[in-house]
Each structure stands twice: as structure tokens, then as C-alpha cells.
């Protein structure tokens, strides 16, 4: 068999079946120190798409730029949907696959067939009002995002004016909690387990099964409350936009947006706190000029937090790179991989200040991210916040030291130890815009409460945020 290719030539295409094929494992110790050269021995060894064993399982990695474009906006040739998967219709996915719990949540993220689009749709409408800056929530979300973000910067304060923190653990990864209790709705500070559930869940350790378990039950629990009475959040929101779905379904989706403004957002946040502090220039400029988001930008070029996105499927035999990818076979585009691909990178200048768009951080296609401005929102004022909070921030480690962890998804620190200096005087957040004349100021919900000391006192989260401090970590 052979594939045409862009310049008039041909090559032969391997027709191996993936189920013949030993393939090397993906996720070795190599992996989690220095990915970039497992993509490149694999890109090496096979082209733009590789065969690799993950956790014990067969499946197809996407390396290149062009062919992972290819797979994600091309819905019907490469759909979503574990229903596709023709070796875990045969029975041979084990049943004790560590991937197995997170990918059998049949959320919008995984999800495939008719039940897609109006669920699709259902998001995109609830998420509307915390994404559109037009909104009145946008603006009373931007505004606790500061709140929560002042909160932990005044708690790590209280380890002294200057001294050594871990910025992901006592900033970047519970900030976003926080923000998710806040969409979600949870009372008081109930959601502080369920997201340290997410966290487990995403890792795909050896307690991500009964993690799972908790995370849907308190949810379910959750999404019975919002049905009953429903309030200014997602899950009421998401309600109102798709009211046949049951209450097992809509905790799947709390399922969804958890993972999506937890784990990813701390990752952007660390990442581009490292970018800027470790001496990149252009990085440092674009921060300096007040562009966070562009600082970002470059950020998910080069450490994208979702490395790998949830798996596609061939809908029927189709020629990728140098393989033929059989009906059914899983595929799993590598955001990291492909932006290491010649094509992609050699096309970046490094120099400049403003930064392509082309990269694949938030997917392509239909079914790009639904959560993309949120999750920018918050990572951006979280990082502004820091560098307005504090006067001066360094690296506690060279950067080519500091602790990474890798998962089948994502890719963030373990810890990020920084030496601190705190501004004399903290910045006071602007007042947010009245909201615009179009709406109704009367049909608004109340303003944002965040929760008093007594209930943060109370919070398993607060209890180990101060636990830090008193350990002078």
C-alpha cells in the first residue's frame, strides 16, 4: 500500500497490525525526565506516528504537527467514543488498566456519537457566562479569582517577608481548587476533597479507582443539590441548558470541568512563573509590558500541561505517517510531541515578543476545549497577582533540577521551591466595571461571598497550606 505525500513522492506504508506489533513502552523513567528525547527516538524510529505501549496497552502516538492536525479536525474519519475501541469491545483492555477509570467517565471530553452536539452545546452555553467579560459573572469571577489569589499570597506571607516557598503546592495548585469550588458551587469548603480526588484520578496512581469513586458520589450528592435548588453556577447552568440530563450524567460533567480548571490551570501557572523567572528574555518582556497572556502563549509552546489529549479512533483503515491505522485502533494525539516537529518549530521565531497562535494546546477543530478562556482567565491573574504581590522571586533550584511528574495526560512540577520577597504594601485589585447597560441589574445575582477565616480554618485545604508554613517548607 502505498500514501501519496505533499511533494509528488510516495512511500510504502508498514501494514503491521498493531496487535502484531511490540511496541516500546511510553511512560519510563525517560519519560518523565526528559520527554522531549523519548518524542524524538520515537520520531526517529517510526516518523510522525509511533506505535508505543501504554501502561500495558496498544495504541498509536501522533508525533507530527501535520498528521495531529489531521486526526483533530477530522471528526468523522478519527471520532471519539471508547464505543469505537475494537480491542475493548473484543475484551482485550484489562480490567485493572490504570487508565481505565478516568476514560470510562463518558463526559464531553470522551464522549462521541448523536449525544455529543447537545451536549456540546449545553456547555458552551453554561460556561458562557464566566467566559463572555460581558457577563456580570465573568467580571464577579475575575474578581474572586484576585480574592482567592491574595488569600494564599497573604498566607505564604505569613511564613515571613522574605524565606523559600513551594509555589505549586502552596499557590498554583490550590488556587485553581479554589476557583472549581467557585463555579461549582459548593458550600462552604466541601470541595477541597473532591479536587484532591481529581488530582488522584489524573496521576492514574494506584488509588485512582477509588478516588474516582468518591469524586462521583460527592458530586452526585452536588448535582442532586443544584437540581433541587438551583443557584449562579455551572452545574445550574449547565441544567437549564440540557435539562434531560440525569443526575449521574451531570456529575460526570463536574467530573469534566474539575479536571479541566484544576490540574491544567496549576500546570500553566507553574510553567509560566518558571518561564519568566528563569531568564528568558523575550518571556520577561512580553511580562514587563503587562502581556501575560501572551507570556502564556509562548508557555503552552514549549511545556504544554496536556500533553497528550484522550484517545481518537480510526473509523476505518486510513494511512497516517508511515503506518496503516486499522478500523478501531486507538490514537492519541501529543500536543508536546508535535510541537517539537520540525515543521511546527523551526517555524516559530524565538526572538519575538508576540507568539504564533498555530500551536495545539487547547485541541483544534470542533471539539477544541470548551474551557480554553477560563482556564486562561485564571492563569493569567494568578500570575499577575504574584508578580504584583511580590517584589522579587527566584528559583530555589536551577531550572534543569526542579521535580518534574508526568502522567499519561499531563505534564507539570512536582514543586516549584522559589526565594521570595514580598512588596511593602500588597496591590489592591480595581473595583470590576459596572456591568453593561444591556442587562438588568436587578436580575443579578448576589455578589460573590467569599468564605470567612473561621470556615478557611476549618478547610482540609487550609489546614495543609498552613501546614506548609509551620514546616518552613
Same mark, same amino acid.
Given at each position: ?22 511496541? %516500546? ?50 471528526? &468523522? ?5 471508547? @464505543? ?16 481505565? +477509570?478516568?476514560? %470510562? ?44 489569589? &491574595? ?35 459548593? +458550600? ?32 452526585? %450528592? ?71 497572556? @501572551? ?92 508578580? %504584583? ?42 473595583? +470590576? ?11 443579578? +445575582? ?28
Amino acid at each position: 500500500m502505498e500514501s501519496q505525500l505533499g511533494d509528488g513522492g510516495s512511500v510504502d506504508l508498514d501494514d503491521t497490525r498493531l496487535e502484531a506489533m511490540t511496541p %516500546e513502552p511510553l511512560l519510563t523513567r525517560d519519560y518523565e525526565t526528559r520527554p522531549s528525547l523519548v518524542y524524538e527516538r520515537l520520531r526517529q524510529r517510526h516518523g510522525p506516528v509511533a506505535p508505543v505501549d501504554l501502561l500495558g496497552v496498544p495504541a498509536w502516538l501522533v508525533l507530527g504537527y501535520r498528521e495531529a492536525l489531521q486526526v483533530l479536525q477530522d471528526d &468523522d474519519g478519527w471520532p471519539k467514543g471508547l @464505543e469505537n475501541w475494537r480491542a475493548r469491545s473484543e475484551g482485550r483492555v484489562p480490567a485493572d488498566w490504570p487508565l481505565g +477509570p478516568s476514560l %470510562e467517565v463518558n463526559h464531553v471530553l470522551i464522549q462521541g456519537g448523536p449525544g455529543y452536539r447537545p451536549l456540546r452545546t449545553a456547555w458552551d452555553a453554561a460556561l458562557k457566562p464566566f467566559q463572555d467579560p460581558r457577563h456580570p459573572q465573568a467580571k464577579r469571577l475575575k474578581t474572586a479569582v484576585t480574592a482567592y489569589a &491574595d488569600e494564599l499570597i497573604t498566607l505564604v506571607g505569613q511564613g515571613g517577608s522574605t524565606g523559600v516557598a513551594d509555589l505549586s503546592a502552596q499557590f498554583s495548585r490550590p488556587l485553581p481548587l479554589m476557583v472549581a469550588s467557585h463555579l461549582l458551587g459548593f +458550600p462552604g469548603s466541601q470541595g477541597d476533597d473532591a479536587l484532591m480526588d481529581m488530582w488522584r484520578v489524573l496521576d492514574a496512581g494506584p488509588d485512582a479507582e477509588p478516588a474516582l469513586e468518591r469524586l462521583l458520589a460527592t458530586l452526585a %450528592e452536588l448535582a442532586a443539590m443544584k437540581l433541587k435548588t438551583p443557584g449562579d453556577d455551572f452545574p445550574s447552568y449547565l441544567l437549564a441548558a440540557h435539562p434531560d440530563l440525569s443526575l449521574d450524567e451531570l456529575a460526570r460533567e463536574l467530573f469534566m470541568l474539575l479536571g479541566m480548571t484544576s490540574d491544567h490551570v496549576g500546570i500553566l501557572i507553574s510553567n509560566t512563573v518558571v518561564e519568566v523567572i528563569s531568564g528568558e528574555g523575550s518571556v520577561r518582556a512580553s511580562l514587563s509590558a503587562g502581556m501575560v497572556r @501572551e507570556a502564556m502563549n509562548r508557555v503552552v509552546m514549549r511545556k504544554p500541561p496536556l500533553v497528550n489529549f484522550v484517545p481518537r479512533f480510526a473509523a476505518e483503515d486510513t494511512p497516517l505517517g508511515n503506518y496503516t491505522i486499522r478500523a478501531g485502533d486507538p490514537v492519541w494525539v501529543s500536543s508536546a510531541a508535535a510541537h517539537a516537529d520540525p515543521l511546527f518549530a523551526d517555524s516559530v521565531a524565538p526572538g519575538t515578543t508576540i507568539s504564533t497562535r498555530a500551536h495545539l494546546s487547547w485541541g483544534a477543530g470542533r471539539r477544541q476545549c470548551p474551557a480554553r478562556e477560563l482556564a486562561s482567565t485564571v492563569a493569567a491573574v494568578g500570575v499577575g497577582r504574584l508578580f %504584583e504581590r511580590f517584589s522579587h522571586l527566584d528559583l530555589a533550584l536551577p531550572a534543569d533540577q526542579l521535580p518534574w511528574r508526568s502522567s499519561p495526560f499531563m505534564r507539570g512540577l512536582r514543586s516549584l521551591p522559589v526565594r521570595y520577597e514580598l512588596a511593602s504594601a500588597p496591590e489592591q485589585p480595581s473595583a +470590576p466595571d459596572p456591568a453593561p447597560s444591556a442587562y438588568d441589574p436587578a436580575s443579578e +445575582p448576589a455578589e460573590t461571598v467569599l468564605p470567612d477565616q473561621s470556615a478557611r480554618q476549618r478547610s482540609s485545604l487550609w489546614r495543609y497550606l498552613t501546614g506548609l508554613i509551620r514546616a518552613g517548607r
